[in-house]
């Protein structure tokens, strides 16, 4: 009977515990297209939206979406990999990849915020 209780009273603490929601700039990432990139920097303008990303020396900008969310009136974009780089010659700082607001679907000086984790590059 005590070790019904243990569990019963375990079950209750790990039902109550805090949730973790996304905060409110966050978007979900599994319904969009192919896989969260990583990015080395990014800057957002007026009108225009600029990221670092790795390259083994062949990515160009086709193989990334710049997928928008929109949150009331500010906007998140994710960057992410459709297709592959399969090159053996890595470019250490990354390639730079520029959207347009207006290729985006936003007004410029829109609110943006960037989705994507950082990556530092590597050690030389």
């Excluded at 297209?33 to 957002?44: D, N, R, S, T």
């Excluded at 009108?47 to 390259?55: E, G, H, I, K, N």
Aim: net charge negative; proline share 6%.
């Amino acid at each position: 009977m005590k070790r019904l209780t243990i569990i019963i009273a375990g079950l209750g603490l790990a039902l109550s515990g805090c949730a973790l929601l996304p905060s409110a700039g966050a978007s979900r990432t599994a319904a969009m297209p192919g896989q969260l990139e990583p990015i080395h920097a990014a800057a957002i303008t007026r009108d225009l939206a600029v990221f670092w990303v790795s390259s083994n020396g062949c990515t160009d900008k086709d193989d990334l979406s710049a997928v928008v969310a929109r949150h009331g009136n500010t906007s998140t974009i994710t960057v992410r990999r459709l297709d592959q780089d399969l090159c053996q010659t890595p470019v250490a700082e990354g390639i730079e990849v520029i959207w347009s607001f207006e290729e985006l679907g936003l007004t410029p000086g829109s609110r943006v915020s960037v989705n994507n984790p950082y990556q530092l590059p590597p050690a030389t």
